[in-house]
Each structure stands twice: as C-alpha cells, then as structure tokens.
C-alpha cells in the first residue's frame, strides 16, 4: 500500500529537488570556469611560451604559427622566418615603397600560397586584382593582360626555386612543398629585412 502524501510534502520535496539541481549547476558552472582559468594560467599558453628569432636586428615572435614582426610600423605575420628562407636574388631593386598606395596584379598557380602575399601586403597597396601576364595562354577570359609596366607577381609552378624580376614583374617560382617559403624570402627581400 502507498502511503498518502500531503500537497504540502510534494510541493516540499519538489523544492528540495530543485534547490539541489540549481546548485549543482551553479557548481558545474563554477568549477569549468575555474578549470578554463587555470589552464590559461599555467597551461601551455601561446602568449607566454613564444619562441623568439632576432634577425638583423628585427625580433620575430612565433604565435599560432605565424612568425610576427613590425615592419614599417605594420605588424605581419609570415610562414617562416628569414633564417629559415635563406637568401634571395640580390638583384632584386623592387621595395615595399615601390607598391605602396599602388594597385598590385596578381597572377598564381599557387592560390593556396596567397594568402601570404594579401596578409603582408595588402596594408601597403592601393588594391589587389588578378590578371594574366602577357602572353600567357591559361587565363580566365575576364582576366585583364598586363605587362611588366605594372607591379606584378606571377606565382609559377616549376621544379626548382627562383625569384626574379623584369621591370616590375615578379617571377617567384618553384615546387608546392616551396612556394610559401620563398613568397617569405620575396617579402623579406622587398621589407628590407634581407
């Protein structure tokens, strides 16, 4: 036989109920916030464990894979640092001056790759646009054709690694593994850090 329970017992155990599951709530709240809090403490923090690279009297600090720098009052982010690129043509004479408040043109085998160019450069020029070089045969109709009268780079896909320049086209070319690391040998070059 049941036992016969009063309204009031009900509405009293039904508060006991919900007084129990607000505060363990209120606990489970606390103890993740706490959690998150300690772990950004003294957890592994990207903003506390940075490695750290001078080169040529420029610091670069890796955070979330980027290597950062402020370079003409910008900070940037770049692939690699200028240790791990290594040299590139010297007879480049192309700056970063030379694309400053100037409509750049791009033309790329390599549209994973250029993102590495707009990061870097976009705070400088006037405005990017795709185009086709002159010449060349494997462009999109609505591509305007420019010539090396116009600051230019042309990502080429090729076995080896090379930058070179002819009037103000950029050729940076080179295999899909290498093509990053050499756009940041390029942006190093044209920055001055190189």
């Known amino acids: 036989m049941r036992k016969i329970i009063s309204q009031e017992e009900i509405d009293k155990k039904k508060k006991k109920r919900q007084i129990f599951v607000g505060g363990l709530l209120i606990l489970i709240m606390l103890l993740s916030t706490a959690g998150y ?4 403490f003294f957890g592994n923090n ?4 940075n490695e750290q690279v001078v080169y040529n009297g420029i610091q670069f600090t890796k955070q979330n894979n980027l ?3 402020t370079l003409q009052g910008v900070q940037l982010g770049f692939s690699y640092n200028p240790s791990e690129t290594g040299n590139i043509n010297s007879s480049m004479n192309l700056t970063i001056n030379d694309y400053s ?3 750049l ?3 790329s085998e390599y549209p994973d790759a250029e993102p590495e160019l707009y990061r870097n450069l976009d705070s400088f020029i006037l405005r990017r646009q795709y185009a086709c070089p002159e ?3 494997n462009c999109p109709s609505d591509f305007p054709v ?3 009268q116009n600051n230019f780079i042309i990502l080429k896909e090729s076995n080896s690694t090379s930058i070179t320049q002819q009037g103000k086209c950029v050729f940076i070319e080179g295999k899909p593994e290498d093509i990053t690391k050499t756009i940041d ?3 190093f070059h044209i920055f001055g850090v190189q």
Do not use: D, V
């Open 101 to 103: 408040q100037q409509p």
């Open 105 to 107: 043109y791009i033309y």
């Open 67 to 69: 290597w950062l720098a």
């Open 146 to 148: 420019k010539t090396c």
């Open 185 to 187: 040998g390029f942006l």
């Open 37 to 40: 809090a300690f772990t950004q």
């Open 135 to 137: 010449g060349e045969s």
């Open 46 to 49: 990207s903003n506390t464990n």
